[in-house]
């Protein structure tokens, strides 16, 4: 029985692995929201403070695996594997994450201005006051729910293959580099970046 341990890659044939396993990630958090956010909505006493947060989280993990960035993004061949329902389904989800939750675009929003008076005094004493009426849908539906669920485990299942596919490239890549070389990649871990790098774009 022998020790197996590892080295890290840092060649450019690697980063499209790194990408796939991002994205794979991604898919995984929008499903376990999303199941998290079904059990939540279904159980006889459902903390409703948590379903706006759950929903706005399911519309962005799911989206990433799509918007651009420094890692490469699902694209075109990628939602050829969707049915022409879970098609929609996605389209609809890009659409409440674009339109809603990340800005406001849509009519899942809005902000009337409201002129306020006494309804016994109005001859009298005219307009009281000015506000304005706040309104949003704070939720995904069961339906969309249900849609995350179904459209993240066909795409992890896609994604699955191509990250398969690439590890096979990358060990045949590997194999032919000298072990010198490939040692020399050392073994990092995941450092916490210091909240000063928020806004640094990091290394690929």
């Known amino acids: 029985m022998g020790t197996y341990t590892s080295v890290d890659l ?9 990408d796939l396993t991002g ?18 909505m279904r159980s ?3 903390d409703w403070s948590l379903v706006e947060p759950l929903s706005i989280a399911v519309a962005v993990a799911y989206s990433r695996a799509f918007t651009t960035g420094v890692r490469t993004n699902l694209k ?16 609809r989800l890009r659409a ?13 929003e809005q902000n009337q201005p409201r002129a306020e008076y006494c309804v016994e005094r109005l001859d009298s004493e005219g307009i009281a006051a000015v506000g304005c009426s706040h309104g949003r849908v704070s939720s ?10 179904e459209l993240t485990t066909t795409l992890w299942t896609h994604v699955d293959a191509r990250i398969k596919q690439e590890r096979a ?36």
């Open 140 to 149: 995904l539906s069961s339906r969309d729910i249900e849609d995350v669920i």
């Open 76 to 91: 075109e061949d990628d939602l050829a594997t969707l049915t022409p329902a879970q098609r929609d389904a996605h389209q």
């Open 44 to 46: 006889d006493n459902p």
């Open 96 to 108: 409440y994450r674009d339109k809603h939750v990340a800005h406001s675009v849509n009519a899942f």
């Open 23 to 40: 994205i794979q990630a991604d898919l995984v958090r929008a499903r376990t929201f999303a199941v998290t956010l079904e059990g939540l």
């Open 169 to 204: 490239k990358l060990l045949a890549i590997v194999r032919k580099m000298p072990l010198a070389e490939v040692l020399a990649g050392g073994q990092g871990a995941f450092r916490i970046p210091d909240g000063a790098d928020v806004g640094k774009t990091r290394l690929r």
């Open 10 to 18: 840092h060649i450019p044939e690697a980063r499209l692995l790194a």
